[in-house]
């Protein structure tokens, strides 16, 4: 059992995607987090560290190999996402990262989409100029 107990789950709003198909969702979470998220700092209460949203997390996201519209829905609470999200464990920075590159901080955290909980994994990259959100995924899909 995990040693925090996780109170939040942060609900996405479904009526923001309404009608949509995965390419307008794409597009409307690319201007969203333009315009609400990007350039925000968030400290995350488990870890008690802050993280900024910069401009590559969100290529990160919508540039993925593997995406799905629970993936991109997402974006909308991120912030409440890292907010309340569990540390789990650091990975080693890889040989093609630049030298600024410390490593990475995975974090876990539940979000409701659809009435229907899933289970995210967000990164965190550390670098010598502080922590900024990398990417975000879901992990498990359960009903709940």
Known sequence: MSKYKQQIIPAVNESLFKDMNLSDIKKFVRKYYNENIKGETVKNKHKGISVRFTRKGIEHVVYARKGGKEK????????EMMRNAEYTNFKEKENKDVKAVLGYLNFKVKVNI????????LVVRLTVHGNFFYDHAVKIKSKE
Do not use: E, N, P
């Open 72 to 79: 991109y829905k997402a974006v909308t609470v991120l912030q």
């Open 114 to 121: 659809d009435k229907k909980i899933h289970s995210f994994r």
